[in-house]
């Protein structure tokens, strides 16, 4: 099936707008990252091709926050895996040719944000005796933020380690959009919000029972929900340029 560019474009227009009307302006960036769970409850919505579908509704979000043309990819399960980025060359069978590879597994988040965390976030040199005694943080900003799109769809079975690196990631320029499809009740993701000992607010959660039913509309109303403040708390926590 051929790749409909004049819908691409027409979504990545509509997610422009949702910018320019939340304050960031047109013209900010963000290196997009999708992060795809790949346990065995998530087999169905591979097969029927929702998750290829909901890949081909992501890209244009990252389209229009970075002219790079691609959005980083990863899957995970108790494991990650860093796949090839999504692009427009290869958006038409993406799913069933990188992460339909990899075999099904448990449903373990801090691996692959920790991975994040290493990859994506930067520090300055190591602070000198006497700034620590000052209690002075040289870590440099990120040059721009990371938008990490997480969709999943049960609880995992790591959560003191993903409380500790979402606590870590929060004096760091990276915002972690958790979105969990189907009937779970998400009781982890739900309580996210009073996560203590962060520096901010960094993460933000919705559900979606049938992401074939959800709209376009309403997808990237979501994800543009709490992006927004975010975005502009960090750069005045210097955390991003």
Request: net charge negative; no cysteine; charged share 25%.
């Given at each position: 099936?051929?790749?409909?560019?004049?819908?691409?474009?027409?979504?990545?227009?509509?997610?422009?707008?949702?910018?320019?009307?939340?304050?960031?302006?047109?013209?900010?960036?963000?290196?997009?990252?999708?992060?795809?769970?790949?346990?065995?409850?998530?087999?169905?919505?591979?097969?029927?091709?929702?998750?290829?579908?909901?890949?081909?509704?992501?890209?244009?979000?990252?389209?229009?926050?970075?002219?790079?043309?691609?959005?980083?990819?990863?899957?995970?399960?108790?494991?990650?895996?860093?796949?090839e980025p999504i692009t427009l060359n290869n958006l038409n069978g993406y799913v069933p040719n990188h992460l339909g590879k990899i075999h099904y597994g448990g449903t373990s988040y801090a691996p692959v944000l920790k991975e994040i965390n290493r990859k994506y976030t930067k520090n300055s040199s190591k602070k000198s005796l006497l700034d620590v005694f000052r209690g002075v943080s040289n870590d440099s900003p990120m040059d721009y933020p990371v938008y990490v799109i997480f969709i999943t769809d049960g609880e995992n079975d790591d959560k003191a380690e993903t409380d500790e690196i979402i606590r870590e990631l929060s004096s760091k320029g990276v915002f972690i959009q958790f979105i969990g499809v189907g009937s779970d009740n998400f009781k982890y993701l739900n309580n996210?919000?009073?996560?203590?000992?962060?520096?901010?607010?960094?993460?933000?959660?919705?559900?979606?029972?049938?992401?074939?039913?959800?709209?376009?509309?309403?997808l990237y109303s979501g994800l543009m929900m709490e992006y927004p403040d975010w975005y502009k708390q960090a750069i005045n926590e210097n955390f991003i340029k």
């Amino acid at each position: 099936m051929s790749i409909n560019l004049e819908k691409i474009n027409l979504q990545k227009e509509s997610i422009i707008n949702l910018k320019k009307a939340s304050g960031i302006g047109a013209r900010s960036i963000a290196q997009v990252v999708l992060v795809t769970d790949r346990s065995g409850s998530m087999s169905h919505l591979y097969k029927d091709g929702t998750v290829q579908r909901t890949v081909e509704r992501i890209l244009p979000f990252g389209l229009a926050f970075d002219d790079n043309g691609e959005v980083d990819s990863y899957a995970f399960h108790n494991k990650y895996y860093e796949l090839e980025p999504i692009t427009l060359n290869n958006l038409n069978g993406y799913v069933p040719n990188h992460l339909g590879k990899i075999h099904y597994g448990g449903t373990s988040y801090a691996p692959v944000l920790k991975e994040i965390n290493r990859k994506y976030t930067k520090n300055s040199s190591k602070k000198s005796l006497l700034d620590v005694f000052r209690g002075v943080s040289n870590d440099s900003p990120m040059d721009y933020p990371v938008y990490v799109i997480f969709i999943t769809d049960g609880e995992n079975d790591d959560k003191a380690e993903t409380d500790e690196i979402i606590r870590e990631l929060s004096s760091k320029g990276v915002f972690i959009q958790f979105i969990g499809v189907g009937s779970d009740n998400f009781k982890y993701l739900n309580n996210l919000d009073n996560l203590s000992g962060r520096k901010l607010d960094n993460v933000n959660f919705f559900r979606i029972d049938d992401l074939n039913e959800f709209s376009d509309d309403q997808l990237y109303s979501g994800l543009m929900m709490e992006y927004p403040d975010w975005y502009k708390q960090a750069i005045n926590e210097n955390f991003i340029k």
